[in-house]
């Protein structure tokens, strides 16, 4: 029982600091690059945009045992093309989702994508689900590894802390925003 909650704490964290990179993401698409000014992209107060901690966990528990495979077709490794198909696939159903769950719920979403070739609805399109691929491969590939073994080097202590720390500062988060504001 207890390994199981070390896991869970663990996924936990990768889901914040996901969502907290999603959110540096989107806002340095709208400043820097399209140079809209700062908005907060989240649905939340917060700095971070919980559909990429959400898709992240998704992405790990869906892709981690394809991408352990050596799958290899006329003598090439294509498990990296397979799992960048998957990360595409899946990037753009969540987004497909949630722009659904958000407009039900809010009654918008916050991105249009009817300036991109290839869009649904302005829901989802071929260049950011492409960006998503590319993306998540770095994620998948880079990122992950490094951050599991940040999270696995804390101490239970630490790792307690920041587990319980992030926890409460997301409840408090997601009770202002829907319940107070």
């Known amino acids: 029982m207890r390994s199981e909650m070390n896991k869970a704490k663990e996924y936990f964290l990768y889901f914040i600091f996901y969502s907290v990179i999603g959110w540096c993401y989107e806002v340095f698409l709208e400043v820097v690059v399209y140079r809209w000014g700062f908005s907060n992209r989240g ?6 945009c919980v559909i990429y901690g959400f898709g992240a966990l998704l992405l790990i528990f869906a892709l981690d045992g ?7 077709l006329a003598g090439i490794n294509v498990t990296p093309v397979l799992v960048f198909v998957g ?8 987004e497909l989702a949630a722009s659904y769950i958000m407009e039900f719920t809010r009654g918008e979403w916050l991105w249009d994508y009817t300036r991109f070739a290839f869009n649904f609805e302005g829901r989802i399109a ?16 880079l990122l992950q590894p490094l951050f599991e073994k940040a999270v696995r080097a804390m101490g239970a202590k630490v790792r307690n802390i920041c587990f319980y720390t992030l926890a409460v500062l997301l409840a408090a988060d997601a009770i202002y925003v829907f319940l107070i504001r």
């Open 43 to 48: 649905v939340l107060f917060g700095p971070y």
């Open 126 to 141: 071929l260049n950011p689900s492409i960006r998503f691929g590319i993306g998540g491969m770095v994620f998948l590939y």
């Open 87 to 94: 990360i595409v696939v899946i990037t753009t159903a969540v």
């Open 66 to 72: 394809l991408k352990k495979k050596k799958i290899r």
